[in-house]
């Protein structure tokens, strides 16, 4: 599975928007890019994907880089309760379509 | 709707007893994985179900470790002689299948956490 790249940490104070950076430059050209985040003491839980255009939903938006080698997961207001364990992604066709997941990116919400 | 259910939420056994970790995922996901999440480690892939079948079971740690899914359904995590280094949480997670899998988010349950006194 192609490799990402993610800050170890990062803080943000509430009601600010947040960008989450993700880098993935061995990326392939059907690799979907997933983003899920993880609470204390809760499995993880699906944020959002894309292919190639920006994504919108309720929860987060996904900004893809023209040539996929990155993106960025913005939140738009955070709250206290978006922190979290931030993992970005990419799922290929193969291996049954596993997540591998890596460390993530710690986020802190300061009140 | 209901998500991804794990049973028990909590297992605490004695080293070398077997224990048995349940999964009931979202109705009509044919994909099914288990993983693992040691204290303050990430997840590690443990073995995927597409249906009754395990394609994948390249995760599994040691031969003490086997893990079934019947009707397509529930899945059974299974640990023979239990060691000190079993104790995680185990995380079941469902999605839906075929050939859209690589576009279906996985739904993960809350898990079971394991310790292996």
């Known amino acids: 599975d192609a490799k990402t790249t993610q800050p170890n940490s990062m803080e943000s104070n509430e009601e600010e928007p947040v960008h989450l950076p993700c880098n993935h430059s061995?990326?392939?050209?059907?690799?979907?890019i997933h983003w899920y985040r993880q609470l204390p003491s809760q499995g993880p839980e699906y944020v959002i994907h894309?292919?190639?255009s920006n994504v919108n939903n309720r929860m987060a938006s996904l900004a893809i880089a023209e040539d996929r080698k990155s993106s960025t997961l913005i939140l738009h207001r955070a709250t206290l309760r978006d922190a979290a364990v931030y993992y970005c992604?990419?799922?290929?066709?193969?291996?049954?379509?596993?997540?591998?997941f890596g460390e993530g990116t710690q986020l802190t919400v300061n009140p | 709707g209901a998500g991804v259910s794990q049973s028990p939420s909590n297992k605490v056994t004695e080293k070398g007893k077997d224990v048995e970790l349940r999964c009931d995922p979202i109705?009509?996901?044919?994909?099914l994985y288990w993983y693992r999440q040691s204290l303050g480690q990430g997840l590690e892939f443990l073995i995927y179900?597409?249906?009754?079948?395990?394609?994948?079971k390249s995760g599994l740690p040691s031969d003490r470790f086997s893990a079934e899914r019947t009707g397509g359904s529930v899945s059974t995590l299974t640990i023979q002689r239990t060691q000190q280094e079993d104790s995680a949480v185990y995380l079941c997670?469902?999605?839906?299948?075929?050939?859209?899998?690589?576009?279906?988010?996985?739904?993960f349950g809350n898990g079971t956490r394991l310790t292996v006194t």
């Open positions: 179900f597409q249906g009754n079948s395990a394609p994948d």
């Open positions: 894309g292919l190639t």
């Open positions: 997670a469902s999605s839906g299948g075929g050939q859209t899998l690589y576009n279906s988010p996985l739904h």
């Open positions: 109705s009509g996901h044919t994909a």
């Open positions: 992604i990419l799922r290929s066709r193969g291996s049954g379509s596993r997540l591998t």
């Open positions: 061995t990326i392939s050209g059907t690799d979907y």
